[in-house]
């Protein structure tokens, strides 16, 4: 008999993307513990991890709101559907708008505050790798490079 030789598909993902991906996950996952444990006002702090893993700033914003905006949405999908959440949201709106029928937009605020809060976690992440990560450059650089050394050549 023969072995059968299976073929491992290769993934060529670029290191920024790959990153990306990986901030993703952990974002996701620190905003559903938060979440769950309902601490929202924490809901910063997994942006900024998130922003931790990606160079630019852009790739942490979009990795912190796009982390806590899904989790978001998913958990108010789960409330509205398990626990008749929209009726709360409803008579709240109507206590501030003065008519019943507005809670949709308060399901839009919540959700813009989610994206509000991951998008300026994952920019002061990304911004405080874009300020230390020179730093290390530069010392790992000053490590490599042989020292001079001066010869007396009085001796």
Do not use: H
């Amino acid at each position: 008999m023969s072995r059968i030789k299976i073929n491992k598909p290769k993934l060529d993902i670029n290191p920024e993307t790959r990153n990306f991906l990986i901030s993703f996950i952990i974002t996701g996952l620190l905003t559903f513990a938060l979440t769950y444990l309902e601490i929202w006002q924490l809901m910063i702090i997994p942006g900024i991890i998130g922003g931790l893993f990606n160079k630019t700033m852009r790739r942490g914003i979009y990795c912190g709101a796009l982390g806590v905006s899904l989790v978001w949405i998913f958990y108010l999908i789960y409330l509205i559907a398990a626990n008749n959440f929209y009726t709360n949201l409803d008579q709240f709106a109507g206590l501030i708008f003065g008519g019943l029928g507005y809670g949709s937009i308060i399901l839009i605020l919540i959700i813009l505050f989610g994206i509000l809060f991951g998008a300026l976690g994952g920019a002061i992440g990304s911004g405080i790798m874009q300020i230390i990560l020179p730093k290390f450059e530069e010392t790992s650089n000053e490590n490599i490079k042989p020292k001079k050394t001066t010869i007396n050549s009085n001796q």
